[in-house]
């Protein structure tokens, strides 16, 4: 009895089931961290407005990597399941883990200090013709190191985010394509054992253009380019309780390969980041570089 269909059916139907506790537990995740949130800030409720407008159709788009602090070099890893919710392909949700390393401020060495640790959970949702809105939740947990030489790591942070997407996509002919994308986030943090951190929650707001070209309809090829503003507000637990004020903060210039594994559902993007970080020593040098591989399994309804 050939047993191939039936095991690629079980490993299929184990793997929606794995996506959809993964999305219960993030829902879970957020409730519980928002009724934290509200009985530990004072400023009242918290309501984040989260609406996406991009592309309309199946989604393709690189897992960014997140700044990751003082360094020359560092390097973002990402594993992604993306599930498509109804038979439109309108709904769609994206669930990742990802690992980042990096350098020491004086050498090279692109992962030669551990970085962060991230989980990650968006759902999508296409309501209009080239217009989406996207919701998720996020768990990092990133190492602090000390400011000077031999740079031993000091401490740990840990942070929840809950963020939003809004965009629109113009087509520029059949090849090129230009998004613009808003992106409001809410992020708190705490220390290795929950406590309170020196900066007790940051409201973010980041402003992306990216450029693609369909570079072949072979293995869905495209090449991008982006540029991203990161602009904020924290307030301070130390050394004392108040708002620092809003504004700029970082600049993320990106260029990515994407392209889909023939005969499989995987896709690939590899990458190229360019953090400059405001006030940074490393932005003194060109920013830090990121090399950057993204692997998302596309799953069907």
């Not at 390393?101 to 050498?107: A, G, T, V």
């Not at 369909?214 to 108040?242: M, V, W």
């Amino acid at each position: 009895m050939d047993k191939g269909p039936t095991l690629a059916m079980t490993n299929y139907y184990f793997t929606v089931l794995f996506t959809v506790q993964l999305h219960l537990i993030a829902e879970q995740i957020l409730k519980i961290q928002f009724n934290r949130f509200y009985g530990m800030l004072r400023t009242g409720k918290i309501i984040i407005g989260i609406f996406l407008l991009s592309l309309c159709g199946s989604l393709h788009a690189q897992i960014s990597p997140p700044g990751l602090g003082e360094a020359n070099t560092a390097f973002w890893s990402a594993f992604g399941v993306r599930c498509q919710l109804d038979s439109l392909g309108k709904k769609q949700t994206l669930s990742y883990i990802a690992l980042g390393r990096k350098s020491s401020p004086d050498d090279y060495n692109l992962v030669s200090k551990q970085a962060i640790v991230v989980l990650n959970h968006e759902v999508y949702h296409s309501f209009a013709p080239n217009q989406q809105y996207s919701y998720a939740v996020s768990y990092r947990r990133q190492p602090k190191y000390e400011s000077s030489a031999p740079y031993e790591k000091e401490a740990t942070e840990q942070e929840f985010r809950i963020y939003g997407r809004y965009a629109y996509t113009f087509k520029l002919g059949k090849r090129w394509k230009l998004k613009n994308t808003v992106r409001q986030e809410f992020r708190k943090f705490f220390d290795a054992d929950f406590r309170q951190a020196e900066e007790n929650f940051q409201l973010r707001t980041r402003i992306k253009s990216q450029l693609t070209y369909n570079l072949s309809p072979k293995n869905n090829q495209k090449l991008a380019l982006s540029a991203e503003g990161l602009f904020s507000t924290s307030y301070l637990n130390e050394p004392e309780q108040k708002w620092t004020p809003f504004g700029y903060r970082e600049m993320r210039i990106g260029a990515y390969y994407m392209f889909s594994i023939p005969h499989s559902p995987f896709s690939v993007d590899i990458g190229y980041v360019n953090d400059l970080i405001r006030g940074s020593g490393s932005v003194k040098k060109g920013g830090v570089h990121y090399l950057a591989v993204d692997v998302i399994w596309n799953l069907p309804l």
